[in-house]
């Protein structure tokens, strides 16, 4: 999987910004697995984040699906500048990046 979701995370995101060259992705992985941290252009921050985090989630839940073809587990970090780091669910909530969305729908997939 080497690197396969820091290139998908990255061309997802290029692809809905209106600042496409100021997207940057850090990859990081430890004992929790893949840790991808986004950062865009705080104009562009709305159209990640999408209407109730609903864009956010739904790129979390590729990656989620990225990871477990690739036996692994895969977490994003949205960077906000302007006040911490986002979650999908509402603009401004603030939890810790590595809480647990339900997949349960996905779980048994066998990819």
Request: hydrophobic share 30%.
């Amino acid at each position: 999987m080497v690197e396969q979701d820091k290139e998908f995370l990255e061309m997802v995101v290029k692809s809905i910004v209106s600042n496409p060259n100021d997207v940057v992705v850090d990859r990081t992985i430890d004992e929790r697995g893949v840790l991808l941290t986004l950062k865009t252009n705080p104009a562009d921050m709305g159209y990640v984040i999408g209407r109730k985090g609903q864009t956010a989630q739904s790129i979390r839940t590729l990656l989620k699906i990225i990871g477990a073809k690739n036996n692994s587990r895969v977490n994003l970090k949205i960077y906000d500048p302007e006040g911490g780091s986002h979650r999908s669910e509402g603009h401004r909530e603030h939890r810790d990046s590595r809480d647990d969305i339900d997949t349960s729908a996905i779980d048994d997939l066998k990819i």
